[in-house]
């Protein structure tokens, strides 16, 4: 009885997605920037006072921030074919032309 049971349950199993470590790596990405971003606020809590510590870490603090907010997005139209889709493929030669007329 239990042994068909606990057989049957593993069968139902969904199969494995190629995408499913893709999202993996951007949660871990994801995460790291929010603890980043957690551990400098927390810093900016305990450095609360008058010095060149506290500017310090203020800075560093709003770094991460913008950091923290722009990963999520960056991550998003870096991973997403579809997106990818309706961005511009230039090669490397036409991006140096690009830059070379500013």
Not at 14 to 20: F, I, S
Not at 67 to 76: A, E, V
Request: include cysteine; aromatic fraction near 10%; proline fraction near 3%.
């Amino acid at each position: 009885g239990n042994a068909s049971s606990s057989d049957n349950s593993s069968s139902r199993a969904r199969p494995k997605h190629p995408d499913d470590r893709k999202l993996l790596y951007q949660a871990i990405i994801i995460t790291i920037f929010l603890q980043l971003d957690n551990v400098t606020l927390l810093l900016n809590a305990i450095y609360d006072g008058d010095g060149w510590l506290e500017y310090f870490v203020n800075i560093i603090d709003l770094i991460t921030a913008v950091l923290n907010h722009s990963t999520h997005s960056t991550i998003f139209i870096l991973s997403n074919q579809t997106i990818r889709g309706f961005l511009p493929h230039i090669s490397f030669a036409e991006l140096q032309q690009r830059l070379r007329c500013w």
